[in-house]
């Protein structure tokens, strides 16, 4: 069964300094894999997406992560955090199917 | 990506009752999908709605107390039944298109609290 993995409930960095924010998955077949952010009483937005194409995946808004299979990870980073960055980030992950799994997020907190 | 709308934005229930939110999308897409972030979770999939056919729920949740219409390739409703304070939940619409990578885009969500 597919199941992701966030290993941080919470982060805090100050600004311009980089962020990472760790995600594991786990899965039989080639999946696809994704970040999401939900900024306060907002919706869902699709950051990026990995779907067996490039391993290094860019996103909006300066983000990007990276497939590692033999790591089994999707970690998103970004070189330079800026104040709006602060929200909640959720890994998902999909095995060719439209149900997507989500993650338990990662509250990004930006300090000035 | 596509433009979706929800309705209501929030509201304030009381127990017994029964509430329906609606999602519209500005294009016509192939699947639409239901879930529920309770506070402070994160999100857990309802059902999967098809034009057409009937929804398909996912473990936990059944279609006595989550009810899902969807007459057109636009549109669909979700109504929470006989609600309880644990039903007080963000309900998030999403849409996909068969084909499109599995891409799913979220509506702004229905924040219910239910007293």
């Known amino acids: 069964a597919q199941s992701v993995t966030q290993l941080d409930s919470h982060v805090s960095v100050s600004e311009g300094t980089p962020v990472l924010l760790r995600c594991n998955y786990s899965?039989?077949?080639?999946?696809?894999l994704f970040w999401y952010v939900q900024h306060p009483n907002k919706g869902l937005q699709l950051l990026l997406k990995y779907t067996s194409a490039a391993t290094l995946v860019k996103g909006i808004n300066g983000f990007e992560a990276e497939f590692k299979k033999s790591e089994t990870s999707f970690h998103l980073t970004k070189p330079s955090a800026h104040m709006s960055d602060a929200a909640e980030y959720f890994c998902?992950?999909?095995?060719?199917?439209?149900?997507?799994?989500f993650g338990t997020g990662t509250r990004l907190q930006v300090f000035p | 990506s596509a433009v979706i709308s929800q309705k209501p934005s929030r509201d304030i229930c009381q127990r017994g009752t029964s509430l329906t939110i609606q999602c519209q999308v500005d294009s016509q897409v192939t699947m639409m999908f239901w879930y529920r972030q309770q506070p402070g979770q994160s999100l857990t999939l309802i059902a999967t709605?098809?034009?057409?056919?009937?929804?398909?729920?996912e473990s936990g949740f059944v279609i006595d107390k989550f009810p899902i219409s969807r007459p057109n390739l636009t549109f669909s409703t979700l109504t929470v039944s006989n609600m309880s304070p644990e039903d007080s939940s963000i309900y998030l619409c999403s849409v996909g298109r068969t084909g499109v990578q599995e891409t799913q885009y979220f509506g702004p969500g229905t924040r219910l609290l239910v007293l």
């Open positions: 709605a098809n034009q057409g056919s009937e929804a398909t729920y």
């Open positions: 998902v992950v999909s095995e060719n199917t439209d149900k997507l799994i």
């Open positions: 899965s039989s077949y080639s999946p696809s």
